[in-house]
């Protein structure tokens, strides 16, 4: 079935798909944003069961599975609990000029870890367990890039 | 449970880029070769299980367009969205729902015709996640970390995975990726992510496989070397890696301990002959054998080390080469469970180890391995 084969290059489809989509905050979601865009200010909620703070906030524990009904007023700095130096990216996804890195940072305040951005720092500056600071958008709009990243407690430890 | 046997496997050629065949014909390749490996015809399949994901083949409801290709017409097929071994955990259910007596699984993927990075950026949350441009290898690159800061595992040792699994790769026929490697070519690696080099990450892989399940009864008259699931389980944990601590793999140690249960594996690094775990990423080789329990937590680098892993070592962990050589996702599940099956057999030729009675393969859903498969193999009940 493949002798034609050898001088024919074979066919590629070239495409894209392109589906608009709208994904609801919710009510948590919503006050947490607003929060964040109006008030500079992050938002945990506190499960009614076992007492766990979650940032982000969210409506049920998964771990008791009781409702979290309470917000918490969480600190703007906070532990990184873990980190990447990004060194190769897709373009289309660098949300910022390479080298950027990941962390997971736990907020004064809360029980879980946060994913975001790292910006500002040297390499050797980050290390598993160092204070880190948010450095908020200038233009926030509600979304999670409010956040323009978390960079290197300055001078306080 | 009642037994389930492992009665007939195929899988395709792994390549970067199959061009000359679309997804349903890697399907058709793998039904045929399993259907041949067990002896069977279609008419003897009773049902089927594909394992498909939309995103990754730029289609709605992407498993309608292989029913051709997997040989189910007028048949009952149900499809699994995810890594191929927990397709054919809901394989061996349909076999022990009673209504069936053969199940066929087959999963597909062909990474080579998107762009991986924006595919899996998408498994993220949209709101809070997806935004940040995290995708598979960054995410792993956090977990990494948080696995070498705890138990102070290095990245050589991870390195010593590299050159292992892309060295067992060039006896095996299939794979994608076989490498002479050393500790230092991987080391000098390009960072992608710290803290994962270039020579930490499993290539991007086409690829499709098949897997035929029976009951004890259809088994006996299809083969005389049926590999029978002695214990299988799958465990969940958080979808938001914040919530987790990445270098607890507790969802893998409860999978695990649940399937050694049935299977009566009491001891893992004594029982256990060989194992093929899902190393997309070197690292994470060590960290799923801690899981698995056939080390300490923490001690998954030190076992590297110590060349029991090795293809002639006590216990060979991806004889095959792994993922590491070859990942066409959700396919590659499947395809840990079919090396673990072959190897029981003594039909693994090159990379064949030996004396293999018990067997465990293993896969993972979700970022950092949010969900984990573990499948305990062996040829005798
Ligand atoms: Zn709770």
Known sequence: MDDWRKDQELLVMEGRIKVPYRWFAGEVGTRYLESLRDAGKFLGTRCSGCDKVYHVPRRNCPDCFEECSEWVELGSSGILETYTVVRKHHPQLAPLPLPYGYGIIKLEGADTGFLHLLGEFDDKDLEVGMLVEAVFSDARQGNILDVKYFRPAKGVE | ?381
């Open chain 2, 1 to 381: 449970m009642e037994p389930v046997a492992v009665v007939g496997v195929g899988m395709t050629q792994v390549k970067r880029e199959r061009k000359a065949d679309g997804y349903p014909d890697l399907v058709f390749d793998a039904t045929r070769a399993a259907l041949d490996d067990a002896g069977m015809s279609i008419d003897q399949i009773d049902n089927v299980v594909t394992i498909s994901n939309d995103f990754f083949d730029g289609r709605t409801i992407s498993s309608m367009a292989i029913m051709d290709a997997c040989g189910s017409y007028d048949k009952n097929v149900t499809t699994v969205e995810g890594d191929g071994t927990f397709g054919a955990f809901f394989g061996v259910m349909r076999v022990l729902s009673g209504s069936y007596g053969t199940t066929l699984v087959c999963a597909h993927h062909k990474g080579s015709e998107s762009q991986m990075p924006l595919i899996t950026n998408a498994m993220f949350d949209p709101i809070f996640a997806r935004s940040l441009g995290i995708d598979a290898v960054t995410s792993s690159a956090l977990q990494a970390r948080a696995y070498m800061a705890k138990y102070g595992i290095t990245e050589e040792q991870c390195a010593m995975v590299s050159v292992k699994n892309h060295g067992n790769a060039f006896k095996n026929p299939i794979a994608q990726l076989p490498l002479e490697l050393t500790v230092e070519k991987v080391m000098s690696s390009p960072y992608i992510a710290d803290p994962i080099k270039l020579l930490d990450c499993c290539p991007i892989s086409d690829g499709a496989s098949a897997v035929i399940l029976a009951s004890e009864e259809r088994a006996k008259k299809i083969t005389d070397k049926p590999v029978w699931v002695k214990g299988v389980a799958h465990c969940s944990s958080a979808y938001q890696l914040g919530d987790r601590n990445l270098y607890c793999v507790c969802a893998l140690e409860e999978a695990a301990k649940k399937a050694y249960a049935m299977a009566g594996v009491s001891e893992p690094a004594r029982d256990i002959d060989l194992a093929e775990v899902y190393d997309a990423f070197s690292y994470m080789e060590p960290l799923w054998l801690e899981g698995l329990g056939i080390c300490e937590r923490g001690e998954g680098g030190k076992l590297t080390e110590s060349g029991r892993t090795a293809l002639d070592g006590e216990l060979p962990v991806n004889a095959s080469g792994g993922c590491l050589s070859g990942n066409p996702v959700l396919v590659a599940g499947l395809n840990r469970i079919i090396e673990c099956a072959l190897q029981i057999r003594g039909d693994a030729g090159e990379h064949q180890a030996e004396r293999v009675k018990t067997a465990v393969a293993h896969g993972i859903n979700g970022p950092c391995g949010q969900s984990h498969c573990v499948w305990v193999l062996g040829g005798e009940k």
